[in-house]
């Protein structure tokens, strides 16, 4: 079997670390690359490299930030009396898009995993209760996946936040929009009972 | 709804312009790429740039090539005497991962599509009768899509190509291997049929 392009190949091969394009679809790409005019390279591989050089960590909610406090955390029209925790950056992103939240984020950067060696000091929780008692938020939503370790953490911290006078939430679980009972998972369906609410 | 950052969203969208790769998918690549160490970051985007600025087209089969004559082309253990004739370049990366050809190609560039108003003077085929005046195979093989485009295309260069005393083949319609006639569309069990081989 001949590689008619070492090109081609390196440009697959490095494709196809990134998560979600396998094999086939890193070969898609790179064909597709060399149709693309050298305009609308350059301007993919510059954002890349801008990425890398410019985002920051943002100093107040531990997310991404273009420059020093992110947008939101310097923005005087959110309620900085709701504070939402995530696992991640990206979940800002993915919240924000909903459009169903206008108070102030953190970032814990991780979850509580005791079998990875990740405990509450490797995660950014401290700042958290620094923050909670310096700027008393009323309400704390904890907005973080629901999987063992996302449950172990929300328990952690509604622990820890509860004794401050913080009303202490959590995301709802249940069926997600949209979606149909019979293809449901029955912990979904059993967590979508216990948190029933009344109409 | 906040932009959290520019950056991630230029990626975002700069990534999300790929086949394959929709907003989601893109998001998600833009902060694993985040994630990633510098120079690996550095690979890829070196790749890219790498694969824009040295690929050129081989002269004589049209390929895609890393200078010159492709590698294929260029390669004396390749058999000489059967000419396989592709819609594109990356036509011939799919046929060498199968190991089954060791001839020579020929890309035509396209189909023959009067729609789209493509006809044979739009591709590469007065390059092909040149070239099978001159090499003289003894076969070839058109190996098109099984569309109606490509169904034309191969009528059309085997009405060219048989006038010259060269045996003109095309590659077999059927069943995909490890697929089940239940769920096979009825155009493919009538190629299939159309096309059986005795054993």
Sequence with gaps: ?????AYIEKVTRELSRLPGIGGKSASRIAFYMLGMDRPAVERLVNAIIELKDNITTCS???GI???GVCSICSDPGRDGKVLCVVEGARDIFTIEASGEF?????????????????????LNIQPL???????KPEEVILALNPTIEGDATTLYLAALLSPLGIKVTRIAHGLPVGSDLEFADSA???KSIEGRVRI
Excluded: F
């Excluded at 079997?1 to 392009?5: E, G, R, V, Y």
């Excluded at 209760?129 to 700027?135: A, D, K, L, P, T």
């Design 60 to 62: 107040v909610c531990g």
């Design 188 to 190: 979904t369906v059993a």
């Design 65 to 67: 930030s273009d420059s």
């Design 1 to 5: 079997m001949a590689k008619p392009s």
């Design 102 to 122: 206008r108070g102030l984020y953190h970032v814990l950067g991780g979850l509580i995993a005791p079998l990875d060696g990740i405990g509450p000091d490797e």
């Design 129 to 135: 209760v620094n923050r909670c008692g310096s700027s």
